[in-house]
C-alpha cells in the first residue's frame, strides 16, 4: 500500500490524524494528491532536525486535547 492509498483509507475510515509524508523521490502530482488529502507536510529527503520538529509541532498543535 502507499501513502496515498494508507491516506485515502484512513479518510474513508473517518480517521482524521495530521499526515506527514517523507519521500526521496519527489513528484508534483504525488505532492498535489497528497495535498488535496489534506497531508500536512510533504518533505523531501534528507530534511533538517529543525523541519521535522517544526512539522510534528504543527502536528500536535491540530490535535484535540
Known amino acids: 500500500m502507499s501513502?496515498?492509498?494508507l491516506q485515502n483509507r484512513l479518510i474513508a475510515q473517518g480517521n482524521r490524524i495530521p499526515i506527514i509524508f517523507i519521500?526521496?523521490?519527489p513528484e508534483q502530482s504525488i505532492r498535489s494528491r497528497a495535498e488535496?488529502?489534506?497531508a500536512l507536510a510533504c518533505l523531501?529527503?534528507?530534511f533538517g532536525g529543525r523541519?521535522?520538529?517544526e512539522v510534528l509541532r504543527q502536528?500536535?498543535?491540530t490535535q484535540p486535547r
Open 3 to 5: 501513502g496515498l492509498d
Open 23 to 25: 519521500t526521496a523521490f
Open 36 to 38: 488535496a488529502g489534506g
Open 44 to 46: 523531501e529527503k534528507p
Open 51 to 53: 523541519t521535522m520538529l
Open 59 to 61: 502536528a500536535l498543535a
